[in-house]
C-alpha cells in the first residue's frame, strides 16, 4: 500500500495542494461570476501564482507573452523617466514660461457693467440698414475696450510663441523628439502583444489570471476590457464544455 502522506495538526500543507485548492475555487468564482467585475478579478489574481517553467504546459504560450509584456513596460517606465528629465533640461534652457494663451482666456476680463449698459443703449438704436451697411454702432469707449483686449491678447499669444519656438529647439538639441518616437513605439508593440495574449485560448485558470493582468498593463481602459472580457469568457465556455 502506498504511503499516503496526512499532514498532521499545525503542518502546513505542501505548496502544490494548496496551489490546487486556491486554482479551483478561484475557477468557480470565475464562472458564477460570469466575469462580470473585471477589477474584482484583477484583485483575485494575486492568489493565482505565475507557475514556473513547467514542460509541456497547455498555457506556456501565454507565460511567455506576458513575460514579454512585462519586459516592455520595464522599458516604458526607464523611457518615461528619461523623458522627464530632458524636459525639465529643455525648460530651464528655454527660460521663463509666460502665460499659457488658454489660461489667459480662462481669466481674462468681461466687458465693465458701466460700457455694457453703454453698448446696449447704443443696440437699441441699431437699424438693419446699419448692419448691412457695417457701420461702428458701439460707443466710442466699448470699441476701445475690445481693442485693448486683443491687444493684450496678441501679446500673449506673442510671448507663448516665442517661448514655446525655444523649447522645442531645445527638445531637438537634447534629442527629445528622437525618445518620444521611442517610447511611441514601445506603446505600440506592448499593445499588439496585449492583443495576441487576448487572442491566445488560455487552457487553465493561470492561463485566464495573465489576460488579466495584460488588461491591467494596458491600463484598463474600456476596450482592454472589453476585449479581456470577451477573450476570457471564451476559456470558461471551452473549459467547461460548452455549459456555461
Known amino acids: 500500500m502506498p504511503n499516503t502522506h496526512v499532514p498532521a495538526a499545525g503542518e502546513a500543507m505542501p505548496a502544490a ?16 461570476a460570469g466575469i462580470a467585475s473585471l477589477p474584482a478579478l484583477g484583485a483575485a489574481t494575486a492568489a493565482v501564482a505565475r507557475p514556473e517553467a513547467v514542460s509541456p504546459h497547455p498555457d506556456a504560450e501565454l507565460f511567455q507573452l506576458e513575460r514579454e509584456i512585462d519586459a516592455l513596460k520595464d522599458r516604458m517606465d526607464k523611457l518615461e523617466k528619461s523623458q522627464r528629465r530632458l524636459c525639465r533640461k529643455a525648460e530651464k534652457a528655454a527660460g ?35 448692419v448691412l451697411r457695417g457701420a461702428e454702432w458701439e460707443p466710442p469707449a466699448v470699441r476701445a475696450w475690445y481693442a485693448a483686449i486683443a491687444s493684450e491678447r496678441a501679446a500673449i499669444k506673442a510671448a507663448w510663441d516665442q517661448f514655446s519656438g525655444r523649447l522645442d529647439e531645445q527638445h531637438r538639441l537634447l534629442g527629445y523628439d528622437a525618445k518620444e518616437a521611442e517610447f511611441d513605439a514601445v506603446c505600440s508593440e506592448q499593445w499588439d502583444i496585449g492583443r495576441r495574449i487576448f487572442a491566445t485560448p488560455a487552457h487553465t485558470v493561470e492561463g485566464m489570471a495573465v489576460k488579466l493582468r495584460a488588461g491591467e498593463s494596458l491600463g484598463l481602459d474600456t476596450e482592454a476590457c472589453n476585449d479581456t472580457i470577451t477573450s476570457i469568457s471564451a476559456d470558461i465556455k471551452r473549459l467547461v464544455g460548452g455549459a456555461v
Open 17 to 32: 495542494e494548496e496551489m490546487k485548492i486556491i486554482t479551483g475555487r478561484f475557477s468557480r468564482r470565475l464562472i458564477l
Open 96 to 130: 521663463q514660461q509666460p502665460l499659457r494663451p488658454s489660461d489667459w482666456e480662462k481669466q481674462r476680463p468681461s466687458l465693465p457693467e458701466d460700457l455694457k449698459a453703454m453698448r446696449t443703449k447704443a443696440q437699441d438704436h441699431v437699424t438693419f440698414g446699419d
